[in-house]
């Protein structure tokens, strides 16, 4: 394809590169609408999403798509239209998201929980002409929300809601279009005439990337759908899958949904409540889970978790952050009892580079070591400062290249300039050491990022909505240590002179600036100054020092 018929502002594949991975077989050359006709043509009758509002088939999923896709055209949404995704794990998701793919469009897929800062950044980066939306989630209620941004977005046309009670003025319910088309009015095979191109953008994720601004991460058909087929292969037919994972993270799509549909297996939609989940495995006998390492530590210290019949559990993984060695090992007990297998931590990111332990290799992943390339023709390599290649056991930051990573950050030019070596490695902002053997060991990390329970979190968001508050003069954020999520923000403040600020007035004027949960420190420690590098930088690391100790001194961490 050319550049030309290439989704705007994302950086296309070399075509020498797009014909070396089809020659390979690392891609397939095939659609999310392709994957979706197959299995619905291979499994019908087999389940395919599950939650408290539907239980479908593929014989019933792929008529609600269809018929979607079609009231998606006949509103006017085409080719390369961006609509922004934010929904919990609810199937309306799901058929959104294939109806999309069907006509070319490309979701912007957020996660549920952001509020106004975060959401409207991506209106302004993505131009999205639709926003799919809930009118509540729990206790949340979108109708603020979409009263600000709809009075903002020069782009939004269509409000489409997936509840078809409580709907904001103007708004579509993702039922009600579904309903309302006749497909016998259109002929067979109509939907394939917008087929896209296996090579053109499918969606754009969301995450951090190394600036202040959190980025957008086009992922094409070909790469992604290949990460999704390297990453399921234990998958079987007729498997029951439980998505606890929030739908709008990579994980959600490249483990648990991708793979279920990719292999013809069926999802059940939970929320991250242990009772729930357990239930729902006794109820839908469900095989196969992905847990955050949170996750698996409260399932694992659940009280009564004896009481239920986990008998139907064939595989439970962690995904999204490091793993405690002893929780790893209670799990491995556990499941070992119930004749199941735990697949244990590896890496993964948006931007595509996976490492854990390769299907059908019996070779043991060294300790410590997060494991080797999880996809067939990626490589992986460690670089010092000047992009030179180091040996191996060498500390460096960690870069990859192949079928299955990013070629660049949407609509950002001058990072993507920043992030590739010469030679077209995505440098990914990871310290880290390979051995002889190809294992990957990350060992620090380059890029400002806190991982709150596989949530990565940038500082830099932080401290610019607290640069805004009238008391701070300067502001630093820093992940301190947690026991049990791994990292949580400390905001760091030198107020200005006469000034005060506590932790609730600092929160509170967060949240009234539009900050989501996801951007409000933890903690909150007012200092003289910020303590600074030889070069004149905040020396985040001191910083980390002086909490670190201080949550030692308070027992929060142990000695």
């Keep these: 394809m050319t550049k030309q018929d290439y989704l705007e502002g994302a950086v296309p594949y ?8 089809t020659a390979r077989g690392w891609w397939l050359n095939q659609t999310y609408g392709d994957i979706l006709d197959a299995t619905t043509a291979r499994f019908p009758d087999n389940v395919a999403l599950i939650d408290d509002r539907a239980h479908l088939t593929y014989a019933e999923l792929k008529p609600k798509v269809d018929r979607l896709a079609i009231a998606l055209l006949e509103m006017g949404i085409k080719k390369h239209d961006r609509i922004l995704f ?37 209106f302004r980066l993505t131009e999205p002409v639709a926003w799919i939306v809930p009118a509540r989630d729990g206790k949340r209620e979108f109708a603020g929300l979409i009263d600000r941004i709809r009075s903002e977005s020069g782009s939004l046309k269509y409000l489409i ?23 016998d009015k259109y002929p067979v095979g109509y939907l394939s005439r917008f087929r896209p191109d296996p090579n053109d953008v499918a969606m754009i994720l969301t995450t951090g990337g190394t600036t202040g601004l959190p980025k957008g991460v086009p992922r094409t058909h070909n790469s992604f759908l290949t990460c999704v087929r390297l990453s399921n292969l234990t998958v079987e037919p007729g498997d029951i899958r439980a998505l606890v994972t929030p739908i709008g993270h990579t994980m959600a799509h490249q483990g648990t949904i991708g793979g279920a549909i990719m292999y013809g297996a069926g999802i059940v939609m939970l929320t991250p409540r242990v009772k729930g989940m357990l239930e729902a495995i006794q109820k839908h006998r469900i095989t196969d889970i992905d847990f955050v390492p949170t996750l698996l530590e409260d399932f694992l210290n659940y009280p009564e978790l004896s009481h239920y019949d986990l008998s139907s559990l064939k595989m439970l993984r962690t995904v999204g952050a490091a793993l405690r060695p002893e929780t790893a090992e209670r799990a491995r007990q556990f ?31 060294p300790k410590g070591a997060v494991g080797r390339p999880g996809c067939e023709g990626d490589h992986w390599k460690v670089v010092d400062d000047s992009e030179r290649e180091l040996p191996s056991n060498s500390e460096g930051e960690l870069a990859a290249k192949g079928p299955c990573v990013f070629t660049g950050y949407y609509r950002s030019e001058e990072e993507n300039r920043a992030i590739f070596t010469k030679d077209g490695y995505y ?75 506590g932790f609730d007035e600092m929160v509170r004027s967060l949240r009234e600036k539009g900050a989501s949960v996801l951007l409000l420190p933890e903690r909150l420690e007012i200092i003289a100054d910020l303590p600074r590098t030889t070069v004149g930088k905040v020396d985040k690391k001191a910083l980390v020092q002086t909490i670190t100790q201080k949550l030692m001194e308070e027992g929060a961490l142990g000695r």
């Excluded at 075509?15 to 070396?20: A, Q």
């Excluded at 794990?89 to 929980?113: D, T």
């Excluded at 830099?460 to 630093?476: D, G, K, S, Y």
């Design 14 to 21: 070399d075509e020498e590169i797009i014909r070396k991975y």
């Design 86 to 122: 934010q929904l919990p794990n609810r199937h309306e998701f799901v058929v959104a998201f294939y109806a999309a793919q069907r006509i070319g469009a490309v979701p912007v897929i957020m996660v549920v929980r952001q509020e106004y800062q975060e959401v409207s950044h991506f």
């Design 161 to 183: 809601m997936a509840d078809s009670e409580g709907m904001a003025d103007g708004a579509f319910s993702v039922d009600r279009l579904v309903d309302g088309i006749d497909p």
């Design 335 to 365: 499941l070992g009892k119930l004749g199941a297998q735990f697949g244990g931590g590896g890496f993964g990111s948006t931007e595509g580079p996976s490492a854990g332990k390769p299907a059908g290799d019996g070779s043991e992943i």
């Design 427 to 501: 440098k990914m902002g990871d310290l880290g050491k390979i051995d002889e053997g190809g294992n990957i060991y990350i060992t620090g990390r380059k890029k400002d990022i806190i991982q709150r329970g596989g949530e990565g979190i940038i500082p830099a968001e932080i401290e610019n909505l607290l640069h805004q508050l009238p008391a701070v003069e300067r502001a630093a954020v820093v992940g301190m240590p947690d026991t049990r999520l791994g990292e949580k923000a400390c905001a760091f403040v030198v107020l200005k002179p006469g000034t005060t600020l």
